[in-house]
């Protein structure tokens, strides 16, 4: 493992574009995530630190706003790393993600944990005064599973106000560095696509 989990994910709320800073249990700053703007297919640069002066990975759909669009992961060097793809009708109801390596062969799944949660958010979260503490109760769970089931890692949304902070805990872990890393820049697209579905 290269990181010391667990690993918190805090997104910006005074910026008009949507980006977030992943740091360590020590609160160190790992990199910075942040979705280009104005863009017919989604992309996100990820940084060293919010200047964006060492830009590490890119991350980019493969279609025009598509339902059930692929997104790959390149290296500052140009290599083609991988890539996650939502299921499509899968995903309406709870959060179905497929995490593939280089070879684009499968390698994890991403789940919703319970879509109860997001359903219920979304119902309390348009109740006047009401809905303003929905953030505090309903927090959404993913889960990261290998071919095997066992669970890699866990992100749950944190208790907050604007739903900007999430937590990523270490369960079984990666069998490698580079399974780490993909399931990273995985996690840090699904964040942006399942913050905009709300």
């Not at 348009?126 to 109760?137: E, Q, R, T």
Request: with cysteine; net charge positive.
């Amino acid at each position: 493992m290269r990181y010391q989990y667990p690993l918190s994910l805090t997104f910006k709320i005074t910026t008009l574009s949507s980006d977030f800073s992943v740091t360590d249990v020590h609160d160190n700053l790992l990199f910075y995530v942040r979705q280009k703007m104005f863009k017919l297919r989604e992309e996100l640069t990820v940084s060293r630190d919010a200047t964006e002066a060492q830009k590490l990975y890119t991350i980019k759909a493969n279609q025009w706003l598509d339902f059930s669009a692929s997104y790959g992961f390149v290296n500052a060097a140009g290599e083609f790393l991988g890539s996650v793809a939502r299921k499509g009708w899968a995903s309406i109801f709870k959060a179905h993600y497929e995490v593939f390596d280089a070879e684009r062969q499968l390698c994890y799944t991403i789940r919703e944990e319970n879509a109860w949660i997001k359903v219920l958010d979304a119902i309390f979260g348009d109740i006047p005064i009401i809905g303003l503490f929905s953030g505090y109760v309903f927090n959404p769970a993913y889960l990261v599973t290998d071919h095997t089931q066992l669970v890699a890692v866990r992100l749950v949304k944190q208790p907050s106000l604007l739903g900007r902070r999430f937590k990523l805990e270490k369960m079984s872990g990666f069998r490698s560095t580079a399974d780490e890393e993909r399931v990273l820049l995985a996690l840090s697209m699904l964040l942006m696509l399942e913050r905009q579905r709300g």
